[in-house]
T-cell receptor
Framework: KAGVTQTPRYLIKTRGQQVTLSCSPISGHRSVSWYQQTPGQGLQFLFEYFSETQRNKGNFPGRFSGRQFSNSRSEMNVSTLELGDSALYLC??????????????FGPGTRLTVL | GQNIDQPTEMTATEGAIVQINCTYQTSGFNGLFWYQQHAGEAPTFLSYNVLDGLEEKGRFSSFLSRSKGYSYLLLKELQMKDSASYLCAVYPNDYKLSFGAGTTVTVRA
């Protein structure tokens, strides 16, 4: 069974631009969660989508948004990029999601650099 | 906020045993995970504990004490490929999986 895939793997943007990251979950998994990983803050929860609905949200500004499609694929958008948004963005999928304390399986991540 | 503490770094010799401790203070508890993350790669699932006690999976074991807010991951018969960061993560009552900063384990020959 194929794992979680994320595209692109690397991105370089400048301040003020916006970016869209994509995540395809493991086949059959309906929940997709997004995380930001930085050396200073570690892994932080951004949000979770299940059946095309945002089910949970972390403490990030509204510039961070996401959506999920009917095939469970998910996209994350960051608008008006800031230098501090430079991070590894990880997507994780699970069968039924965090409300069931389901195990999450991570993708390889997208490394975003904001200049 | 949630508070999850792990040591920053540990070093051990090939073939030895290393124990990585994790203490947590969270708003409720609904399970604890251990993940392994090699540099530049995705975290991979190692273990899940929700009840007190020891879970064993080959060379890796994980222990949980809910009353003490404490867990450890035990790595036996260390191999060079075990050099990685080990992340402790807890599901609190809001179900936003919270991670510790990670413990970097270096295995030396």
């Amino acid at each position: 069974k194929a794992g979680v895939t994320q595209t692109p793997r690397y991105l370089i943007k400048t301040r003020g631009q916006q970016v869209t990251l994509s995540c395809s979950p493991i086949s059959g998994h309906r929940s997709v969660s997004w995380y930001q990983q930085t050396p200073g803050q570690g892994l932080q929860f951004l949000f979770e989508y299940f059946s095309e609905t945002q089910r949970n949200k972390g403490n990030f500004p509204g510039r961070f948004s996401g959506r999920q499609f009917s095939n469970s694929r998910s996209e994350m958008n960051v608008s008006t990029l800031e230098l501090g948004d430079s991070a590894l963005y990880l997507c994780a999928s699970s069968l039924v999601g965090t409300a069931n304390t389901d195990t999450q399986y991570f993708g390889p991540g997208t490394r975003l650099t904001v200049l | 906020g949630q508070n999850i503490d792990q040591p920053t770094e540990m070093t051990a010799t090939e073939g030895a045993i290393v124990q990585i401790n994790c203490t947590y203070q969270t708003s409720g508890f609904n399970g604890l995970f251990w993940y392994q993350q090699h540099a530049g790669e995705a975290p991979t699932f190692l273990s899940y504990n929700v009840l007190d006690g020891l879970e064993e999976k080959g060379r890796f074991s994980s222990f949980l004490s809910r009353s003490k807010g404490y867990s450890y991951l035990l790595l036996k018969e260390l191999q060079m490929k075990d050099s990685a960061s080990y992340l402790c993560a807890v599901y609190p009552n809001d179900y936003k999986l919270s991670f510790g900063a990670g413990t970097t384990v270096t295995v030396r020959a």
